[in-house]
T-cell receptor
Framework: ETGVTQTPRHLVMGMTNKKSLKCEQHLGHNAMYWYKQSAKKPLELMFVYNFKEQTENNSVPSRFSPECPNSSHLFLHLHTLQPEDSALYLC????????????FGQGTRLTVV | KQEVTQIPAALSVPEGENLVLNCSFTDSAIYNLQWFRQDPGKGLTSLLLIQSSQREQTSGRLNASLDKSSGRSTLYIAASQPGDSATYLCAVPSYNTDKLIFGTGTRLQVFP
């Protein structure tokens, strides 16, 4: 148990579906992150939220829509995805200062068919 | 632009060996460096965080060192065990944003 919980763990969706990934942290952190991990590529940052405000969007397509209602919860809303969006989506949290440790969830394995 | 490289990409060793994993970064102006472990299909588990002012950190059989001036960190695993089999990732925070920049990892297999 890392203190960062992601649901669902696995998701298969069609290209016309709409689904959401959920992340929850119980560590009292102020910053939350979405990362994408594709096969044979380094982890790529998608979005950063600090105190519920989005501070970074790493040129992510609009078919990915993040939502951060409070410092403990982070969502990633998905719609009209492409097969190349299939990947492991990882959520992380930290105190939001650059010299502090980041903690990751177990990830959601997404397959787009 | 910060770039992080890990060598070797894969490593297979018999149980009991001491081993060293390498991480290099191009910009030495870092706040810290973090080592993670990732089991197949799973999330990342934080192993060690070394602040920029530190030279090394230890946790059990793991010891991580940091040499900022040469842009290098090593993760030393003593008396390796089959349970150590996983991918090991290093990451540094980007200097002017909130993101971690990761290496591509070293995939370690320890066989009995």
């Amino acid at each position: 148990e890392t203190g960062v919980t992601q649901t669902p763990r696995h998701l298969v969706m069609g290209m016309t579906n709409k689904k959401s990934l959920k992340c929850e942290q119980h560590l009292g952190h102020n910053a939350m992150y979405w990362y994408k991990q594709s096969a044979k590529k380094p982890l790529e940052l998608m979005f950063v939220y600090n105190f519920k405000e989005q501070t970074e969007n790493n040129s992510v397509p609009s078919r990915f829509s993040p939502e951060c209602p409070n410092s403990s919860h982070l969502f990633l809303h998905l719609h009209t995805l492409q097969p190349e969006d299939s990947a492991l989506y990882l959520c992380a949290s930290s105190h939001g200062q650059r010299n502090t440790e980041a903690f990751f969830g177990q990830g959601t394995r997404l397959t787009v068919v | 632009k910060q770039e992080v490289t890990q060598i070797p990409a894969a490593l297979s060793v018999p149980e009991g060996e001491n081993l060293v994993l390498n991480c290099s970064f191009t910009d030495s102006a870092i706040y810290n460096l973090q080592w993670f472990r990732q089991d197949p299909g799973k999330g990342l588990t934080s192993l060690l965080l070394i602040q920029s002012s530190q030279r090394e950190q230890t946790s059990g059989r793991l010891n991580a060192s940091l040499d900022k001036s040469s842009g290098r960190s090593t993760l030393y695993i003593a008396a390796s065990q089959p349970g150590d089999s996983a991918t090991y990732l290093c990451a540094v925070p980007s200097y002017n944003t909130d993101k971690l920049i990761f290496g591509t990892g070293t995939r370690l297999q320890v066989f009995p």
